[in-house]
C-alpha cells in the first residue's frame, strides 16, 4: 500500500508542476495577446496599414477661394490625373505610348528626375486606363482643377506659377502665404506588396492636413456671372465694378478681355493687355464723370446753383478753343448748374472751375478718392494720375473742369467716388476680402472704419442731379419708371497707341431713395458714354432685380 500511495503521489505532483507550468504560460500568452491587441495593437495596425495603404498627393495645395455665399470660384472642376513614382514604375515601350496617347506627353526623360509626376489625362480611354492601372508604381486619381477654361472673376483671382505653386497675379499673389499655409491634399489607395493598386477595394479617400486655410471673398457669384455675360455679349474691351453700397463691398469686377489661366503662356506675345485688370490697373481720363468733383467742390465753396452761365457752344482760354457737345447747334444758351450737369454742359462747368479755381478743384478730387490708391486687397492696383498746382493756373483749369488732360483715374476710384455720394457723404472704402477660415475657426476680416467726406447737404443734392441725369438728361435713355436709377454720363477724349479714341464711362447707383448697389462701367474706345456705358448699366440692373 505504500508503494501504492507514493507513486499515486508522484503522479500527483508531476501532474501538478505540468498544471503549474501549463497555468504559467498561458498567463504569458495573455499577458502578450493583451500587450499585442490593446498596448501596441494600434501600431502594429498602422505598420499594416502602411504596408497596404498608399499615400498619393493629390491637386495643388492652395486654399479655395469662395464667393461670399460660400460658393468656390476655384476648385470647381474635377478631372482624372495619373500619378507615377519614378522609383517604382517599371517603364516600357508599350506602356510609354499608352501613356502619352492619353496624357499628350512623352515622360520618358522626366523619369530619370525622381520626382513624382502628375499628368492630366486629356483623353480618357477606358480600355488604356483599364491596362496601366495595372502598373507598379502608377495610379489614376480624380480630383479639383485649380481652374477652368472659363474661369469667372479670373482678373480678381489671378493665377500661379504651377512649378512653384506660387501666386503671380490677383489674390492668388496677394494672399500667397495664407492660401498655401498648411496645405497638402492626399488620397489613400489599397496596394498590394508590390505596390500596385487593387482594384475593387474601394478605400480610396481624400486627406487634408489639418491647418489649410481657405478665404472668403465679397464677390457675389451670381451678380459676377450676369456682369461676365453682359460685358461678353457685346464689349471686347471695358470692364465693370458693382459695390454693396452700405459696405463698400465689391460684389462684382470683371474686365475685358479675359484670359484663360490654363493657357498662361498663350497670352505672353499678345498686345491687348489681357492680363491687365481693367478696373483697377488701367486709369483713364474720366471726362465728365469729374463734373462730379467739381460739382461737390462748388457747392462746398457755397456756389449759387441758382446762377447761371452762357453757353456759346465753346470756351476760349489763352486762345485755346474747348467745345460742349451743344457746340454744333449754337450751344445751351444761359443754364443753371442743374441742368448743366444733367445736360453735362462744358462750357458751364469751365466757368465754373474758373470761378472756384483749381486748387478746390484738386482737393475735392483728393477727398473723393483721386490721385491715391483705394487700398482694394489687390497689388496690382494704379494711383491714377492728377494734374498738379502749376498746371491748372493757366487754361489747364478748362480742361481739368471737364475731366480731360493730365488727369486719369481708374474704375475703382469712381466706383469708390460715387458710393461716397450715395452714402449722404460717408466713405465706406472698398472691400474683396471677407474672412479668412480654416477647420477650427473663421477669422472675420476688419473693415475700415467710415469717415464723412463731404457733408450731407452736398451729396443730397448731388444725387438729385444725378437723377435728372437719367430722368430729363445725358441718359434719358435708360429712365424707367420701375426702376429709380440715378447717375452721370461721360465721353473721355483720349489716345491709345497713337490713336484717338472715346472712352465710354457711366457710374450710378439704385434705388434712388434707398441705395444698395452702385455700378460704374468704363468701355475702352466705347465712344458716348449715354448710348454705350449707360445702356449696360441698365441690362445689369435689370438682371440683378431677377435675382435679388
Known amino acids: 500500500m505504500g508503494r501504492r500511495e507514493n507513486k499515486k503521489k508522484r503522479e500527483y505532483n508531476r501532474v501538478k508542476i505540468v498544471a503549474t507550468v501549463f ?19 494600434k501600431t502594429y495596425e498602422s505598420l499594416a496599414n502602411s504596408q497596404r495603404v498608399k ?5 495643388i495645395k492652395r486654399g479655395t477661394i469662395y464667393d461670399t455665399n460660400m460658393n468656390p470660384l476655384t476648385n470647381r472642376v474635377r478631372s482624372q490625373h495619373m500619378i507615377i513614382y519614378p522609383e517604382i514604375f517599371l517603364p516600357d515601350k508599350e506602356n510609354l505610348s499608352k501613356i502619352e496617347e492619353i496624357t499628350g506627353i512623352n515622360i520618358k526623360n522626366k523619369l530619370t ?25 502608377l495610379f489614376i486619381v480624380a480630383y479639383e482643377e485649380r481652374y477652368e477654361e472659363n474661369q469667372r472673376a479670373a482678373h480678381l483671382i489671378g493665377y500661379i506659377n504651377m512649378a512653384d505653386n506660387k501666386g503671380q497675379y490677383g489674390l492668388e499673389r496677394k494672399y500667397n502665404n495664407i492660401l498655401t499655409e498648411g496645405q497638402e491634399k492626399k488620397m489613400e489607395v489599397v496596394v498590394d506588396a508590390q505596390k500596385r493598386r487593387i482594384l475593387g477595394i474601394e478605400k480610396s479617400k481624400e486627406l487634408k492636413d489639418k491647418g489649410g486655410k481657405d478665404i472668403i471673398t465679397t464677390i457675389d457669384g451670381k451678380i459676377q456671372g450676369i456682369v461676365e455675360e453682359k460685358l461678353d455679349d457685346k464689349f471686347n474691351k471695358g470692364s465693370v465694378v ?56 462748388a457747392l462746398e465753396a457755397r456756389v449759387d446753383m441758382d446762377k447761371s452761365y452762357f453757353c456759346d457752344g465753346y470756351e476760349e482760354i489763352d486762345e485755346i478753343v474747348i467745345k460742349c457737345h451743344s457746340y454744333k447747334s449754337g450751344g ?24 472756384i479755381g483749381g486748387e478746390n478743384i484738386l482737393n475735392m478730387a483728393r477727398k473723393l478718392g483721386f490721385g491715391k490708391k483705394t487700398e482694394i486687397e489687390l497689388d496690382e492696383e ?43 457723404g460717408i466713405d465706406r472704402g472698398v472691400h474683396l476680402l471677407k474672412e479668412i477660415v480654416d477647420q477650427n475657426n ?68 439704385y434705388p434712388y431713395n434707398n441705395p444698395k448697389y452702385v455700378v460704374s462701367i468704363c468701355i475702352e474706345d466705347g465712344g458716348s458714354g449715354g448710348q454705350v456705358a449707360a445702356p449696360l448699366f441698365k441690362d445689369i440692373v435689370d438682371e440683378i432685380e431677377k435675382i435679388h
Open 382 to 424: 494704379s494711383q491714377g494720375i492728377l494734374p498738379n498746382i502749376d498746371y491748372i493756373k493757366g487754361s489747364g483749369i478748362g480742361n481739368i473742369s471737364i475731366g480731360q488732360g493730365p488727369i486719369e483715374s481708374t474704375l475703382i476710384q469712381v466706383a469708390k467716388m460715387t458710393n461716397i455720394v450715395a452714402n449722404d
Open 332 to 355: 445751351h444758351g444761359h443754364i443753371h448748374m442743374k441742368e448743366a450737369f444733367s445736360k453735362s454742359c462744358n462750357s458751364y462747368f469751365i466757368k465754373l472751375g474758373q470761378e
Open 113 to 137: 528626375l525622381k520626382r513624382i509626376l502628375d499628368l492630366k489625362i486629356k483623353d480618357y480611354n477606358t480600355d488604356i486606363i483599364k491596362i496601366l492601372e495595372r502598373e507598379k508604381g
Open 442 to 509: 473663421r477669422q472675420i476680416i476688419e473693415k475700415y472704419p467710415s469717415n464723412v467726406v463731404i457733408d450731407k447737404s452736398i451729396a443730397v443734392k448731388l444725387k438729385k442731379m444725378m437723377k435728372e441725369v437719367v430722368v430729363n438728361g445725358t441718359a434719358k435713355n435708360i429712365y424707367d419708371k420701375n426702376i429709380s436709377i440715378a447717375g452721370k454720363t461721360g465721353s473721355a477724349q483720349s489716345t491709345v497707341n497713337g490713336k484717338d479714341v472715346v472712352h465710354a464711362w457711366f457710374t450710378g447707383f
Open 55 to 59: 499615400e498619393i498627393p493629390i491637386g
Open 23 to 41: 497555468s504559467f504560460m498561458m498567463m504569458g500568452l495573455m499577458v502578450r495577446l493583451f500587450y499585442i491587441q490593446v498596448i501596441v495593437g
Open 242 to 297: 458693382v459695390l454693396d453700397t452700405k459696405t463698400g463691398n465689391v460684389l462684382a469686377m470683371a474686365s475685358r478681355p479675359n484670359f484663360n489661366p490654363l493657357d498662361i503662356a498663350s497670352y505672353l506675345c499678345k498686345k491687348d493687355k489681357e492680363f491687365y485688370n481693367r478696373a483697377i490697373q488701367v486709369s483713364y481720363p474720366p471726362g465728365s464723370i469729374f463734373k462730379i468733383v467739381v460739382t461737390a467742390a
